[in-house]
């Protein structure tokens, strides 16, 4: 099983470099970090008292691994989770925020737990994600995963500046899918050909 800095280390290789794309809602990023979250921690990294893009083409990959470790990881509880759920859920964590919970917890109420869908892994959504695992300690993250991909899916339903993420143009699975799917068992990859039924109504 990996390390959690393994993991970290992982993310920050999907996560590429510098980019500033205007269709993405987290502005400039660098190796994953959003100029929110640099803001949010106050990292001011040009010490010109301000973050701004300059800071976050100044982040290095070391420190956007810590910061992940610290923020996305630790301080929203995932270390408490399950340790084979933990890696496909940190990596949502960094990609889509409290969104990487709700999806949790909707999953376990698909698997009869009752937890709210608040994004919060509080001491009864990490009981009942074990009561879950114990059921299912095969096909839980698999099953995470796949809620994963389909939550994609329908955010580029309803975001079309989103669909680039899931659909290559040509017409093969977007970065976001190919993404979920490095955490799903193999025989769980949607065929290409599903794929494309998929997105076919995006035009």
Do not use: C
């Not at 393994?6 to 510098?18: C, F, L, M, P, S």
């Not at 990023?29 to 008292?49: E, F, S």
């Not at 809620?147 to 339903?157: G, I, K, Q, T, V």
């Amino acid at each position: 099983m990996q390390t959690v800095d393994e993991i970290a280390q992982d993310i920050v290789r999907r996560e590429g470099g510098y980019v500033d794309d205007p269709d993405d809602p987290g502005g400039a990023t660098n190796h994953g970090v959003t100029i929110h979250t640099m803001r949010r921690l106050g990292l001011d990294l040009t010490q010109d008292g301000q973050v701004t893009r300059e800071d976050v083409k100044a982040l290095t990959s070391a420190q956007a691994v810590q910061i992940f470790i610290d923020h996305y990881y630790r301080a929203p509880r995932i270390d408490a989770l399950p340790e084979p759920l933990q890696a496909t859920v940190f990596d949502m964590n960094v990609n889509a925020g409290s969104n990487s919970i709700k999806i949790l917890q909707r999953l376990l109420n698909d698997m009869g737990q009752v937890v709210a869908i608040d994004g919060i892994l509080g001491p009864h959504s990490i009981r009942a994600t074990y009561a879950a695992y114990h059921d299912a300690p095969d096909f839980m993250a698999d099953a995470y995963s796949i809620a994963r991909r389909s939550y994609y899916y329908d955010l580029a339903d309803h975001r079309p500046a989103s669909r680039k993420y899931a659909r290559r143009r040509d017409g093969g699975k977007g970065g976001w899918i190919k993404r979920a799917e490095e955490f799903l068992s193999p025989h769980y990859h949607l065929p290409i050909s599903d794929h494309r039924k998929r997105v076919a109504s995006w035009g």
